[in-house]
């Protein structure tokens, strides 16, 4: 089967810019999830839906980020305007359901750097 | 609220060694407790879970696990490294009902020949 996928891989941008990530997960996988990896940190989760309707967005920055998944499959990630600190990996990845019994699969991530 | 310890930053091992990376974590009832692998440039993938039964997991690529409650502990093991287990690894663990896995920092994982 065809893993997550994510683009684009790479991402520099100046501090205030904007800039928007994209998440293809695997087909039939209802649960996806954002996580933010930043240098030297385990991947901390942003925002969780099931089909596409968010479950947990209680670590995301409001403020700048807010994430969509229209039509329960695609997803997108946006951050307006980009800090210093957003720098980091951003993992997409899916699951069957929600549940600990189903296996996330990430994607190889967008790495984004902020100057 | 849960949380992970994983308290090795970075750990060089010898080609054919063995090896024990250590994850100590933090929660009020029985987890559910995974391993992950990380290489450079790709995303995190399962090597192991933990949720219920026996307290020895086996894994993918001849990883095992260990939970051990009375520790707080969900020890990584392999018995004979090789080059190509070099990465980063991530102990993560999930509360009971609910959908939110946290992780722990990692641990880099040399391997010299």
């Known amino acids: 089967e065809a893993g997550v996928a994510q683009s684009p891989r790479y991402k520099i941008i100046e501090k205030r810019q904007s800039v928007a990530f994209w998440c293809n997960p695997i087909s039939g996988h209802a649960t996806l999830y954002w996580y933010q990896q930043i240098l030297g940190q385990g991947p901390k989760l942003l925002i969780q839906f099931q089909n596409n309707g968010v479950v947990d967005d209680s670590q995301l920055p409001k403020d700048r980020f807010s994430a969509e998944r229209l039509k329960g499959v695609d997803s997108t990630l946006k951050i307006q305007p980009a800090k210093l600190e957003d720098s980091a990996v951003y993992l997409c990845?899916?699951?069957?359901?929600?549940?600990?019994?189903?296996?996330?699969?990430f994607g190889n991530g967008t790495r984004l750097t902020v100057t | 609220a849960q949380s992970v310890t994983q308290p090795d930053i970075h750990i060089t091992v010898s080609e054919g060694a063995s090896l024990e990376l250590r994850c100590n974590y933090s929660y009020g009832a029985t987890p559910y407790l995974f391993w992950y692998v990380q290489s450079p440039g790709q995303g995190l993938q399962l090597l192991l879970k933990?949720?219920?039964?026996?307290?020895l997991v086996q894994g993918i690529k001849g990883f095992e696990a260990e939970f051990k409650r009375s520790q707080s502990s969900f020890n990584l093991r392999k018995p004979s490294v090789h080059w190509s287990d070099a990465a980063e690894y991530f102990c993560a663990v999930g509360a009971m009902g609910g959908n939110k896995l946290v992780f722990g920092a990692g641990t880099i994982l040399r391997v010299k020949s």
């Open positions: 933990y949720f219920s039964g026996d307290t």
């Open positions: 990845a899916s699951s069957l359901n929600p549940t600990w019994e189903s296996p996330l699969h």
